[in-house]
């Protein structure tokens, strides 16, 4: 079969991951064609809902910052200066509308001093001037307004926001009980999504304020060495999870009995369904039950060890799911089209300011030593790789062990390719599957964050993965600290 070209990496001797052409995937290798990456297709079908509801985030908007932007000023520090954009918030139910907005004016750091209720009149949204970036906006579709009426209100309202400055894209947020149906209409008009479940307000603001946070504050401390995130397998989290008068915090968020975990992934492409109504939904379980630990959102493709089909316009229509819930971290992989990776990057970045990127690639496919040393640091370097404007916070090489001189070989690799790496990368996984690897992921704690197991998981996420126990006592039975973090 022949394959289309391609104009990224990862290096040439290395497998690649199957690329969408513009009629249908042909195969392995190599850049595409020039012109726009087939699997943009995905974020064109994004901008173009985008463009109706008012948001012109151009194909340059979304790549680059735009001409706007170049009167935006700077920081101390010479990167771009941030600027809030406006917020609406909308939905059937009034009482919620009312307590979300009320949580989110109290947020430190988000720069908003006021609510103002627009009431149920569709016109108020547009003669309202909403666009004020220190107001929460709400406003209450009643059972006498007309979905059309309210979608095209939003949309004028949007067309007059600024879009171009790094974060001042307009944040719509369809606000809604877990109780209530997930309407069509309302989805199209917004840009983020929030579920509310149960009836308690005290959760219900916890969970809101994160996912404000993440839109308009500044990131929390990035995961760095000697932290742990759990890698989640249940198919459904609904059936992990305690409820009612019995509930207790699920042992994978806190469990007393080992090391702290610092964050939880969510592998999207492990769940029973991909539908973007329950992948939604189980975010906002995890969120609830996570004990304010961050949301890690992954989706792993065959190619690089998960279970999703290895197609990239698939890929970013999943991976948006996660930006429009408002995860704190996203995984990027690198196998994809460098146009495909850059325009979502951007995109993260400008409309998700405590958002962080993980750049990872899994060269899995044959093992670490026969892999050269010019092309296992090329992948680092490749997985660090953004756009102007934007960055990765995280980088993350995963190879495949046969003995346990691979474990050394990959941690000897990210020790030496550390410094050359942007400054904007904060921290380094690098870690071998199967059981020969098992080392690497001991050697890891001294790097940055490392996916673990855990016992109460129906499963691992990959070959070889430990618990965080159980990397302490490796550590321990080689006469190191078990964690010199903690």
Request: with cysteine.
């Amino acid at each position: 079969m022949a394959s289309p070209t391609r104009t990224t990496s990862p290096p040439s001797s290395l497998p690649r991951s199957p690329m969408v052409s513009r009629a249908k995937v042909s195969g392995r290798g190599g850049p595409l064609p020039s012109g726009r990456c087939g699997a943009f297709g995905a974020f064109e079908r994004f901008i173009a809902t985008r463009e109706e509801a008012g948001v012109r985030l151009a194909r340059e908007g979304v790549l680059r910052v735009g001409p706007q932007a170049e009167d935006a000023g700077e920081s101390h520090d010479g990167s771009p200066e941030w600027h809030q954009g406006p917020m609406l918030i909308f939905g059937r139910d009034a009482g919620l509308l009312a307590a979300v907005a009320k949580t989110a004016l109290g947020i430190e750091g988000a720069d908003f001093t006021a609510v103002k209720e627009l009431g149920s009149e569709v016109k108020n949204v547009v003669v309202a001037g909403w666009a004020e970036p220190s107001t929460v906006h709400t406003f209450h579709v009643d059972a006498d307004c007309d979905p059309d009426d309210v979608v095209r209100a939003i949309n004028g309202a949007l067309a007059t926001a600024p879009v171009c400055h790094p974060g001042t894209l307009a944040s719509v947020i369809y606000v809604r009980a877990s109780s209530e149906p997930r309407e069509d209409w309302a989805v199209a008009a917004s840009t983020h999504e929030f579920e509310a479940i149960g009836t308690d307000l005290v959760p219900i603001a916890a969970d809101f304020e994160r996912l404000i946070r993440n839109l308009r504050c500044p990131p929390t401390s990035c995961l760095g060495p000697g932290t742990y995130f759990v890698s989640l397998t249940f198919p459904d989290l609904s059936d992990a999870v305690s409820s009612g008068e019995e509930w207790t915090p699920p042992e994978w968020a806190v469990d007393k009995k080992g090391p702290l975990h610092s964050a939880l992934e969510v592998r999207a492409d492990l769940l029973k369904s991909r539908g973007e109504d329950f992948v939604l939904a189980q975010l906002a379980i995890v969120r609830r039950h996570s004990q304010g630990l961050p949301i890690i959102y992954t989706v792993r493709s065959i190619n690089q060890g998960g279970a999703f089909p290895d197609d990239e316009a698939e890929i970013w229509r999943l991976m948006l799911v996660g930006l429009r819930f408002g995860v704190e971290y996203v995984d990027v992989e690198a196998c994809w089209s460098r146009e495909g990776r850059e325009a979502f990057i951007a995109l993260t970045k400008s409309a998700h300011r405590g958002v962080r990127v993980i750049g990872s690639y899994h060269a899995i496919q044959r093992p670490v030593a026969d892999i050269t040393d010019a092309d296992l640091c090329a992948l680092f370097h490749e997985c660090a790789r953004a756009p102007e404007g934007g960055n990765v916070d995280i980088v993350k090489v995963v190879g495949r062990a046969e003995t346990a001189q691979c474990s050394i070989r990959i941690n000897q690799a990210a020790i030496s390719v550390r410094k050359d790496l942007p400054a904007d990368v904060r921290s380094i996984v690098a870690i071998c599957t199967t059981d020969a690897g098992r080392l690497s992921r001991a050697l890891n704690v001294m790097l940055g964050p490392t996916p673990v197991a855990h016992p109460a998981l129906p499963g691992k996420a990959a070959p070889g993965q430990l618990s965080a126990v159980e990397i302490e006592q490796i550590r321990q039975m080689l006469g190191l600290q078990p964690n010199p973090f903690a």
